[in-house]
């Protein structure tokens, strides 16, 4: 596998927007529906992901990364399994410790291996969890982890996850499954502006969220093609979709700059720029 990466191995992740320095990625070479596990997919059931452009426009993503100098390691692509381009979900990573993910749905099962190998091979110690819980489902910002009550994460993982991070505030936010992922249907850009998508979250929660950030709200069309799902590299820089044009219009009105890269093709399936990116180090 690739993984081009210097003596020094370190792990740090205190936030969702500093400075991304190594991250890993997996190619959608092997990408389709099988089985179809979310709204998103249910649309595009018949049609499907055309692999030669999905491959494309990864190859795309990847490229911008390294501009911007992020170093990109690249597990392997197996043909068991179709959805491994989504490496956010296998694992994540909370100030310096490394989460291996337990995998809530069977297609899925498996895929965490190939993570967990490299992770050997660096000698990069890891946690594993239990009780399902998934990367897609945790969203880091310094002393508060805001984790995804979900289909893919239970209640109980995230009990788990309080004692296996006593420095951090765990902070559970029940959300409309139906959207898959916490960060489908929020996301955070800085200390002071968030993303939110308040049709698949109780009111009361989001008042909490509103005390901390200013929240950008992402229409029901917007979320559909994957709005909240932006990937931040540092410097109020983000990576977001061209055909959300509300979302990326109000971002850069709050001052950032968005980069724009058509991941149309993957978006099929239910997840963007942040489900394909697990970051390892940002500073």
């Known amino acids: ?14 936030t969702e927007y500093d400075t991304l320095r190594r991250v890993i990625l997996c190619q959608p070479k092997f990408m389709a529906i099988d089985e179809v596990i979310n709204d998103v997919q249910k ?8 692999t030669t452009i999905a491959m494309k426009q990864h190859a795309e993503f990847e490229k911008k990364l390294i501009e911007h100098g992020v170093e990109v390691i690249k597990l392997p692509t197996s043909e068991e399994f179709p959805e491994q381009v989504f490496t956010r979900d296998i694992g994540f990573t909370v100030g310096d ?13 498996g895929e965490e291996e190939a993570l967990e190998d490299w992770l050997d091979d660096e000698d990069i110690e890891f946690q594993t969890t239990t009780n399902r819980v998934e990367g897609g489902d945790v969203i880091v910002d310094r002393d508060r982890v805001y984790v995804g009550v979900s289909s ?26 139906k959207y898959l992922h916490l960060d489908c249907v929020f996301n955070i850009l800085s200390p002071e502006v968030g993303l939110i998508f308040p049709k698949a979250i109780e009111q009361k929660t989001i008042d909490k969220l509103a005390t901390q950030y200013e929240l950008i709200e992402v229409s029901e069309e917007e979320q559909f093609t994957m709005g909240t ?44 720029f942040r489900c394909c990116s697990m970051p390892v180090v940002r500073e």
């Open 1 to 14: 596998m690739d993984s081009p990466i210097e003596d020094t191995l370190e792990t740090q992740c205190n």
């Open 43 to 50: 649309e595009y059931e018949d049609e499907n992901i055309n």
């Open 97 to 109: 410790d490394i989460f291996v993910a337990e995998m809530a749905s069977d297609i899925r099962k």
């Open 152 to 177: 893919r994460t239970s209640k109980e993982a995230i009990q788990k996850l309080k004692k296996d991070l006593p420095k951090h505030k765990i902070i559970p936010i029940p959300f409309n499954e």
């Open 229 to 272: 799902n932006v990937l931040s590299i540092g410097d109020k820089k983000v990576f977001s979709l061209p055909q959300n044009k509300n979302v990326n219009a109000q971002i850069r009105a709050h001052g950032f700059e968005v980069i724009e890269i058509d991941f149309s093709e993957i978006i099929k399936s239910g997840g963007s």
